[in-house]
């Protein structure tokens, strides 16, 4: 993961990587094709090997401090983007509300930052078909409006309060050059 992680926008070489790992199955889609389609998979039901239970036991054990690490730079973000800071939040992601998501995006990924754009449809992932969730178009309209303006700033445990000023730095210069 971290060569595709350092290597995603050089060439494209890290998409490249992460493309073929998934197809030869190296690593695991996120969402499977049973959860696609509105159905629980049955590996959930199976009993998940040694090292997975173990790495699972470390993270729990881990909670509180990556609670905090997250808080801590999502406040780093929200006070230098004068966004809100909501102290009871975990912050797994950090998201803000821009008018142009993907304009920010492309413009982070030529500077080396990978932002995210999870939240852009509804019920992820994009690809799914909604009314195999009883979702119906035009149900939620202020929550539909929403996920076209949302971009997820990094909180995980891999990042400083450096990469999170780096991070504002860019969006503030996108911001200036949409002025």
């Not at 890290?14 to 493309?19: D, E, Q, R, S």
């Not at 401090?65 to 801590?72: A, E, G, K, V, Y």
């Not at 973000?77 to 304009?103: A, G, H, V, W």
């Not at 799914?128 to 409006?145: H, N, Q, R």
Request: hydrophobic share 35%; proline share 5%; charged share 20%.
């Amino acid at each position: 993961m971290s060569i595709i992680i350092n290597t995603y926008y050089f060439l494209n070489l890290g998409k490249i990587i992460h493309f073929i790992f998934r197809r030869l199955r190296i690593l695991p889609d996120a969402i499977t094709r049973q959860e696609k389609q509105s159905l629980t998979p049955a590996i959930f039901y199976k009993n998940l090997p040694s090292p997975i239970c173990l790495l699972v036991s470390y993270q729990l054990s881990q909670i509180d401090s990556f609670i905090d690490h997250h808080r801590l730079l999502a406040k780093n973000y929200s006070e230098k983007l004068k966004t809100k800071f909501d102290s009871q939040s975990s912050y797994l992601r950090y998201s803000i509300s821009i008018d142009n998501p993907k304009d920010l995006i492309t413009f982070a990924a030529k500077n080396k930052i990978i932002l995210g754009d999870w939240y852009s449809t509804i019920i992820a992932p994009k690809d799914i078909d909604l009314s195999l969730f009883g979702y119906k178009s035009g149900s939620c309209p202020k929550a539909e409006i929403t996920t076209t303006k949302i971009v997820n700033l990094p909180t995980n445990p891999n990042f400083s309060l450096v990469d999170t000023t780096r991070i504002i730095n860019i969006i503030k210069q996108w911001k200036s050059k949409k002025s």
